[in-house]
T-cell receptor, first 114, second 113 residues
Framework: EAQVTQNPRYLITVTGKKLTVTCSQNMNHEYMSWYRQDPGLGLRQIYYSMNVEVTDKGDVPEGYKVSRKEKRNFPLILESPSPNQTSLYFC?????????????FGPGTRLLVL | GNSVTQMEGPVTLSEEAFLTINCTYTATGYPSLFWYVQYPGEGLQLLLKATKADDKGSNKGFEATYRKETTSFHLEKGSVQVSDSAVYFCALMTSYTGNQFYFGTGTSLTVIP
């Protein structure tokens, strides 16, 4: 089954404790992306990657890191989480084309930083 | 810069009512436009898309037309069902600024029997 998987689905942590949220897709998509969803703000893009070893900042990259060492995986790293990073996070992937791509979203990771 | 503005919600309609959710955009270059839908507890799914001016995207009875002159991409459905209750997001992507996606704030729709 074609899908985007994220782990963990729920996470409670404390300020400053490094964490990684994994994202994996089995559709051989070039494009992968991370978003955060907050009430009243919709989805905001954190980082995206157009292929292996190619990453770019989205609208809200501060406090986050990403890496794309393999085509299928795109982990999101919070080196020193803070309470303002409490949010619902989505990973997405799509084939790369002429701007018509459908993004396939993972189920989301709900993060609470105390 | 690039941005998407959606009508504020929440929207509550009776079954079989007509639905319009307004979406306007600001973009550099010639964006592709999308409507995504998020059902409770799930990730987003593409509902429909349009890639150039005057294109009409359609799916599951929903329609939206890419209007360059008014920079709009309003979502419409002639007769909503209870199963259409969800949050709807308008979005754009422009390769002019590097394949970055921009989403609106979302509009929550509840359809009552």
């Amino acid at each position: 089954e074609a899908q985007v998987t994220q782990n963990p689905r729920y996470l409670i942590t404390v300020t400053g404790k490094k964490l990684t949220v994994t994202c994996s897709q089995n559709m051989n998509h070039e494009y992968m992306s991370w978003y955060r969803q907050d009430p009243g703000l919709g989805l905001r893009q954190i980082y995206y990657s157009m292929n292996v070893e190619v990453t770019d900042k989205g609208d809200v990259p501060e406090g986050y890191k990403v890496s794309r060492k393999e085509k299928r995986n795109f982990p999101l790293i919070l080196e020193s989480p803070s309470p303002n990073q409490t949010s619902l996070y989505f990973c997405a992937s799509s084939p790369l084309g002429q701007g018509t791509e459908t993004q396939y979203f993972g189920p989301g990771t709900r993060l609470l930083v105390l | 810069g690039n941005s998407v503005t959606q009508m504020e919600g929440p929207v509550t309609l009776s079954e079989e009512a007509f639905l319009t959710i307004n979406c306007t955009y600001t973009a550099t270059g010639y964006p592709s436009l999308f409507w995504y839908v998020q059902y409770p507890g799930e990730g987003l799914q593409l509902l429909l898309k349009a890639t150039k001016a005057d294109d009409k995207g359609s799916n599951k009875g929903f329609e939206a037309t890419y209007r360059k002159e008014t920079t709009s991409f309003h979502l419409e459905k002639g007769s909503v069902q209870v199963s259409d209750s969800a949050v709807y997001f308008c979005a754009l992507m422009t390769s002019y600024t590097g394949n970055q996606f921009y989403f609106g704030t979302g509009t929550s729709l509840t359809v009552i029997p």
